[in-house]
């Protein structure tokens, strides 16, 4: 595997977990209690809702556009090197 297509597979991976934190941020901020449990307390789970309710926002603004831009630079290059293969150029 080349390079540039191991540095586009970690940032289709980023944008994934910032689009994560995009959901699950914007679940949080409109209802509260979306993910707790009622009779038991998880600090780290209750860490993670705080920092997705109050970083969902930057989250998804960088998060939806890096995805987008690097699953699409990734699906052209994949069709062109696909092209070259079946063409027996490679």
Request: charged fraction near 25%; glycine fraction near 8%.
């Amino acid at each position: 595997m080349k390079r540039d297509r191991k540095a586009a597979t970690f940032f289709i991976f980023i944008g994934l977990l910032l689009i994560l934190v995009f959901a699950v941020g914007r679940i949080v901020s409109q209802d509260p209690s979306a993910f707790r449990s009622r009779y038991m307390v998880d600090t780290t789970l209750e860490m993670f809702l705080r920092f997705c309710a109050e970083w969902w926002i930057p989250a998804g603004a960088v998060g939806i556009p890096m995805f987008l831009i690097f699953f699409a630079v990734s699906l052209v290059r994949e069709h062109r090197d696909g092209g070259n293969r079946r063409q027996g150029r490679d």
